[in-house]
């Protein structure tokens, strides 16, 4: 009984950490839409910039 438990704890140590996926894809749609959302501004104020210069 005593080699099941001393076992139990071995394949605890060993055991690979489970990367967590939807914190990682949830911080890459992050920051692409960021970088959509301040391209999209920018490119909409030198518009409007260019209409108003004439």
Same mark, same amino acid.
Request: charged share 20%; net charge positive; glycine share 14%.
């Given at each position: @009984? ?17 990367? %967590?996926?939807?914190?990682? +894809?949830?911080?890459?749609?992050? %920051? ?8 999209? +501004? ?7 910039? @260019?209409?108003?210069?004439?």
């Amino acid at each position: @009984m005593k080699d099941a438990l001393i076992f139990d704890d071995i394949c605890k140590i060993i055991a690979q950490p489970r990367s %967590d996926w939807r914190r990682l +894809a949830f911080a890459i749609a992050l %920051d692409f839409g960021g970088k959509l959302a301040t391209g999209l +501004a920018m490119g909409i104020g030198i518009a409007v910039g @260019m209409g108003l210069a004439g």
